[in-house]
């Protein structure tokens, strides 16, 4: 016998079952209307829509943020449910490791720039953690390759600077450490900077597949943030 009008399944034009007397996009439509008049935005199916346009339900949001060596930039802010938010901050001409926030958070403007600069700066760091890791990798990262004729460290010494920080001054288009030691973290690095009061040295890493000391990518300057990975 064939269905009336009105059963309460409908298969929608995916092929799938629709549990509602609602013929398919008509739910949405009469959500969407009552989401403009009333500014309230109901969690179903389709309704992504809605939410981008609605400023009280941020799904996306891009926002200016500070980063702890004082550069600008943005993060881009995705809300993949209630406890999953996703942020990504650009830095320079890349970007910089995605940080996420699992548990509750508003979705007015405010409280998702607040998070997204608290974010940025863990990004930050996370940034530096990464950056001293592959300074430690024998081989280099995709797409990137040594030049030999720059080579500055030798392979034995490589085994016991690799990763490590100095205080170097530019000698050339090469970074020559000082000889005021090596330092396992950046943060030891900057105190020894700091105590040191000597401008024209910088911090540099020993990069392992380069050969080379190199400039940093990311600092840190000490003190001024605090972050537990």
């Known amino acids: 016998m064939a269905r009336s009008p009105t059963s309460k399944t409908r298969r929608s034009s995916a092929g799938g079952k629709r549990y509602t007397t609602f013929a398919p996009g008509e739910l949405e439509k009469a959500l969407k209307a009552l989401a403009l008049k009333t500014g309230v935005v109901a969690d179903v199916p389709n309704s992504w829509e809605v939410k981008r346009h609605n400023p009280l339900h941020h799904r996306w949001y891009d926002c200016p943020v500070t980063y702890p ?41 405010a409280s998702i720039e607040a998070m997204a600069q ?22 280099p990262p995709h797409g990137s390759k040594g030049d030999p004729s720059r080579y500055q ?37 900057h105190a020894a900077w700091k105590e040191l009061g000597k401008p024209g040295l910088s911090i540099a890493i020993a990069c392992r597949w380069t050969r080379r000391w190199e400039p940093l990518r990311f600092n840190w300057p000490l003190g001024e943030y605090t972050v537990t990975l």
């Open 153 to 189: 460290i030798p392979i034995k010494r490589l085994k016991v600077v690799a990763g490590k920080y100095a205080l170097c001054a530019p000698l050339g288009d090469k970074m020559v450490p000082a000889a005021f030691g090596l330092y396992d973290t950046l943060e030891a690095a």
């Open 118 to 139: 608290e974010k940025a700066v863990v990004a930050f760091r996370y940034a530096i953690v990464e950056e001293q890791r592959l300074a430690r990798r024998i081989q």
């Open 69 to 109: 060596d004082g550069t600008q930039g943005t993060c881009h802010y995705t809300r993949q449910g209630p406890r999953w938010h996703i942020f990504r901050c650009d830095y320079g001409g890349g970007q910089l490791p995605y940080a996420y926030h699992m548990d509750e958070l508003g979705r007015d403007a």
